[in-house]
């Protein structure tokens, strides 16, 4: 019978200043649950609970995914938590190349590495520098690299404002060709999601539209199942992007899928700046579903001082377990 028998708080220091339409990281706090038998000590558990305050005040759903993390990695004695191709060694998840905010410079630098590194999906954290700017940049891309080549993704994080300013940016954005948009507007604006999902002609993916605090103060207890089938119903997102920590752990993340392939909803998943602790867990649970599209799996990464030990390696633009 699994305990607790310890919490340990840890600081992950990002390589670089971490930019969002939201404000910067540098550091993340996260803290580490351990269990282990109450007679058997070496049988242990570890899970990561790693709340993102300025997204999520209410830490049910991260304390959640600490819990069934933790209760995977005991139950399955290994960090190779489950029997699949991926961790098995045999087949990889394709991920995303993520672009983080910063001068016009830089992110252009850093758009240059990633396809250097193999990256046949890339994508911009946009709404933070001049939005002529970031039109540059993705003309840039597909200047040289057209979409059969590379896929481009964009995330807004709520920075367009509804109305004919977020109409007229998804317009612009439309032709180059664009795989989606995340979250283009604010979570809370049900009615103006709506219209522009429907009027859109660049497909939008729901991501912060999910997390239960900012949906008008309600909290996780009150994201019943019928909740959130009202909510892909009146909204018709072409997208969900799930964060177990956010979004109701693997259990909540698995409810979500199963609502909105009942409405013909696309999804995939990523990371929340976990460690390598909450990563490998997301990642054995995605690869329960075998994506075809890439998920949003390369936060290992960001950080100087991440949790080794894990058997995640990145080869090219998919993540192996080895």
């Excluded at 340990?8 to 550091?27: C, D």
């Excluded at 969900?240 to 909803?265: F, T, V, Y």
Aim: contains cysteine; negative net charge.
């Amino acid at each position: 019978m699994p305990i607790i028998s310890k919490i340990t708080p840890y600081t992950l220091k990002f390589k670089f200043v971490a930019g969002t339409s939201r404000g910067s990281y540098t550091e993340h706090k996260v803290k580490f649950l351990h269990l282990a038998d109450e007679v058997d000590s070496s049988h242990i558990g570890i899970g990561e609970f790693a709340p993102l305050p300025d997204l999520s005040p209410d830490t049910s759903s991260a304390m959640l995914f600490a819990m069934e993390t933790a209760l995977w990695h005991y139950n399955a004695r290994t960090l190779k938590l489950s029997d699949t191709p991926f961790s098995r060694g045999e087949q990889g998840i394709p991920i995303n190349g993520l672009i983080w905010m910063g001068d016009y410079d830089t992110m252009k630098a850093r758009i240059e590495e990633k396809i250097a590194q193999g990256f046949r999906c890339v994508k911009l954290k946009i709404g933070a520098i001049n939005f002529a700017d970031e039109i540059d940049l993705l003309k840039r891309i597909r200047s040289r690299y057209p979409r059969e080549v590379i896929e481009l993704r964009v995330d807004a994080n709520g920075a367009f404002a509804p109305g004919d300013d977020a109409m007229s940016k998804l317009d612009t954005l439309a032709k180059l060709e664009l795989h989606s948009i995340e979250q283009p507007i604010r979570a809370g604006q049900w009615k103006e999601m709506a219209k522009l999902c429907k009027e859109s002609p660049l497909p939008i993916a729901l991501d912060e539209e999910l997390i239960p605090c900012l949906q008008n103060g309600s909290s996780f207890e009150s994201y019943t199942a019928e909740y959130k089938r009202s909510l892909l119903s009146e909204i018709k997102p072409q997208y969900i992007i799930l964060k177990p920590s956010l979004h109701g752990a693997m259990s909540g993340c698995d409810e979500w899928i199963r609502l909105a392939q009942e409405q013909n909803i696309g999804w995939w998943a990523t990371s929340a700046l976990e460690s390598n602790v909450g990563l490998n867990a997301i990642a054995h649970w995605v690869a329960k579903y075998n994506p075809s599209i890439p998920q949003g799996l390369g936060t290992g990464q960001i950080y100087s001082n991440n949790i080794e030990g894990y058997p995640l390696q990145l080869i090219r633009d998919e993540m192996y377990c080895v």
